[in-house]
């Protein structure tokens, strides 16, 4: 189908030339026809005043009364191929100028009529009868000319000019096939790379050179296009690489205690007990693995819409920290700042955000160590403040705290359940909400993170 349709297309170089050609073809037809008519009329007006002119002077000679001498009378009628013949009342010859004579009915025409007439030659023939009163004598004067010179004059520019318009449309022709080629040259690139590109093969781009022009823009977008393509399947790949790397760690386990269960735990009540215990630590722990992946997989995917709605946000955080001090005994949960604000977002998702905020400080912190949970609105946002007196990140780990699963030191929290991937959430919530989030923390010391909420994000 495809190769049908390729042999039969017509390429854009050819139709541009053929285009190209056609416009030209018909510029030339209609110069040439417009110069072969302005000549012929120049050139007929010409042989007219001529002819008109030799008719006065003979019609004034014949009136001044002279003899109608026949060397005075060649005088006046010397000029380029001019016939002149001069009759008497009764239609016989008194006077011809030559001796190659052109019959022409002398009457047939009304004086000062002009025409052109062929003979069997069909060669033209301009003339002018006029009829001459002298003393009551009457006079048929006729003055003919042939227009051989003419008609050969024309009939040459008419092959000059055929010629100049066939060799006009093969220069046209043969130019519009090398400018069109020249031109759409990058579109050949363009397709020959974007045949080599494959999902496997990313790395080919447009050698993109030349004039800055909208071709050259093509190419430039194609390969920002390709950039993007490669960027995106890069981090697809990574994260599934990352995905299934931190489920294999809890399968594994759940297959470990499997393993000890089917061997002696079913007789020994401490190892059924741990090894159940720990199973359901493991699936717990892989569901909110699972359910964390899928969030991101949405939002990458644009499958996930925020709901907005407005809501009071220290209602919500006075919740947050009675839930977390009736989970949490361990820890001092400190609320000192949190200002009555109402905040346009979506509750479910900045609530998911203060949780695996406040989660990481319980995780991270040390036994009776404090946290502090604070809300403050500044002007046209509000800055929430979880901080607390934990184990803090070193400098120049925080810039990759938000990255899906990063994690500081992998075996720290391994005990914590720990996958990385909640601050990648917590920063995509944020962002989506046009907010921002940053961590400021010192090692040993404790670790502060900041979210700024535009109140309305309309
Ligand atoms: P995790 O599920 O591993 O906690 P997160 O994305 O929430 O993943 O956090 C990424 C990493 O940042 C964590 O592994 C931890 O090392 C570090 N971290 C986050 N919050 C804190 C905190 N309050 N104190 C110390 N380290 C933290």
């Given at each position: ?16 030339t053929a285009i190209h050609a056609v416009i030209l073809s018909i510029i030339l037809l209609i110069i ?79 004086e000062l009529d002009l025409i052109d007439l062929a003979d069997d030659s069909r060669m033209e023939i ?333």
């Amino acid at each position: 189908m495809n190769k049908f349709y390729k042999n039969r297309r017509i390429s854009i170089s050819l139709r541009l030339t053929a285009i190209h050609a056609v416009i030209l073809s018909i510029i030339l037809l209609i110069i040439s026809i417009l110069t072969i008519n302005i000549v012929e009329r120049v050139l007929m007006k010409e042989y007219k005043s001529e002819i008109k002119k030799v008719t006065e002077d003979v019609k004034k000679y014949i009136k001044s009364g002279k003899e109608i001498n026949k060397d005075i009378l060649q005088e006046v009628t010397l000029k380029d191929g001019i016939h002149l013949k001069i009759f008497g009342e009764d239609e016989s010859l008194i006077f011809q100028n030559k001796l190659d004579t052109i019959e022409i009915n002398i009457k047939e025409y009304n004086e000062l009529d002009l025409i052109d007439l062929a003979d069997d030659s069909r060669m033209e023939i301009l003339y002018l009868n006029k009829v001459v009163f002298k003393e009551n004598k009457k006079y048929y004067v006729q003055v003919a000319k042939k227009l051989d010179a003419y008609d050969a004059f024309l009939e040459t520019l008419y092959v000059i000019l055929v010629i100049m318009n066939i060799f006009g449309v093969i220069i046209a022709v043969i130019s519009g096939i090398y400018l069109s080629r020249k031109i759409l040259k990058p579109i050949e690139w363009i397709t020959n790379t974007a045949k080599s590109i494959s999902i496997h093969d990313l790395d080919e781009r447009i050698n993109v050179h030349g004039a800055d022009d909208e071709l050259k823009e093509l190419g430039e977008t194609f390969n920002d296009m390709i950039d993007r393509l490669q960027e995106s399947f890069e981090r697809e790949k990574q994260f599934v690489s990352d995905a299934s790397h931190e489920l294999r760690t809890p399968i594994s386990v759940i297959q470990g205690y499997i393993d000890i269960l089917d061997r002696w735990g079913k007789d020994d009540k401490e190892v059924l007990e741990e090894s159940i215990l720990e199973i359901k630590n493991e699936t717990f722990n892989m569901k909110k693995l699972i359910e964390q992946l899928l969030f991101l997989a949405r939002g990458d995917n644009k499958k996930y819409k925020l709901n907005y709605s407005e809501f009071y946000l220290n209602e919500l955080i006075d919740d947050i920290v009675n839930e977390t001090k009736m989970i949490d005994n361990k820890h001092t949960i400190i609320n000192n700042v949190n200002g009555k604000v109402i905040i346009n977002a979506d509750f479910d998702a900045i609530k998911q955000v203060l949780r695996i905020i406040i989660d990481n400080s319980i995780k991270y912190t040390a036994d009776h160590g404090d946290i502090f949970i604070e809300s403050e609105k500044q002007n046209d946002y509000v800055e929430i403040r979880v901080k607390d007196t934990g184990i803090g990140i070193p400098k120049e780990e925080q810039p990759y705290i938000f990255d899906r699963f990063y994690r500081v030191d992998k075996s720290r929290s391994k005990d914590t359940g720990g996958s990385g991937v909640g601050l990648a959430i917590a920063k995509w919530i944020v962002k989506k909400h046009l907010g921002a989030i940053k961590v400021e923390s010192e090692l040993g010391k404790g670790t502060q993170i900041i979210i700024k909420l535009p109140i309305n994000m309309y």
